[in-house]
T-cell receptor, first 113, second 115 residues
Framework: AQSVSQHNHHVILSEAASLELGCNYSYGGTVNLFWYVQYPGQHLQLLLKYFSGDPLVKGIKGFEAEFIKSKFSFNLRKPSVQWSDTAEYFCAVSLYGNNRLAFGKGNQVVVIP | EAGVAQSPRYKIIEKRQSVAFWCNPISGHATLYWYQQILGQGPKLLIQFQNNGVVDDSQLPKDRFSAERLKGVDSTLKIQPAKLEDSAVYLC?????????????FGPGTRLLVL
């Protein structure tokens, strides 16, 4: 079955530390890749997305992600986190053409001031 | 631009009761989705509409869940009768078109607690 894996569900780090969240998927074929973020008390918001082209994509608030096709991965990175990055981060994948998003279980990230 | 609207934001019911959720997508968005998010998990797609037609309802528990999108705009999701395991956040999302490279935009969700 098709699936999306996110490891290290709970991440705690200090301000200015670097963040990397892993995402692996098991789909074959052409995929669309997304990272969504949910800040406390808010709804899911798009952080960044990859459809095609340059595998290194930049999103809002200094986040970036790299698509590595050979590894079926789409890892999220931020070189220096802030307290305001405390949130839950979800990786999502859809197959090109059908839009049905499959989500990972999410990473709960807590940034300590 | 207004986002996806959902109501109510919270609902508490007893098991075996019925409940309905409402969603108004972003203006002009043809495709609408309902997701269920159980605590500690990512959202799971329940049903997908293209205008007022169902594209995919393979993961909708049809013995108790139903959804409709009359006139291709607003949508309602109903649970009848509710079970304890239906406690979750129900998210509505919309995208401009179906197919290809589309981004889904999410509403704030309805948090359901079944006692």
């Amino acid at each position: 079955a098709q699936s999306v894996s996110q490891h290290n569900h709970h991440v705690i780090l200090s301000e200015a530390a670097s963040l990397e969240l892993g995402c692996n998927y098991s789909y074959g074929g052409t995929v669309n890749l997304f990272w969504y973020v949910q800040y406390p008390g808010q709804h899911l918001q798009l952080l960044l997305k990859y459809f095609s082209g340059d595998p290194l994509v930049k999103g809002i608030k200094g986040f970036e992600a790299e698509f590595i096709k050979s590894k079926f991965s789409f890892n999220l990175r931020k070189p220096s986190v802030q307290w305001s990055d405390t949130a839950e981060y979800f990786c999502a994948v859809s197959l090109y053409g059908n839009n049905r998003l499959a989500f990972g279980k999410g990473n709960q990230v807590v940034v300590i001031p | 631009e207004a986002g996806v609207a959902q109501s109510p934001r919270y609902k508490i019911i007893e098991k075996r009761q019925s409940v309905a959720f409402w969603c108004n997508p972003i203006s002009g968005h043809a495709t609408l989705y309902w997701y269920q998010q159980i605590l500690g998990q990512g959202p799971k797609l329940l049903i997908q509409f293209q205008n007022n037609g169902v594209v995919d309802d393979s993961q909708l528990p049809k013995d108790r869940f139903s959804a409709e999108r009359l006139k291709g705009v607003d949508s309602t999701l109903k649970i009848q009768p509710a079970k304890l395991e239906d406690s979750a956040v129900y998210l509505c999302a919309s995208s401009l078109r179906f197919g290809g490279q589309e981004t889904q935009y999410f509403g704030p969700g309805t948090r359901l607690l079944v006692l």
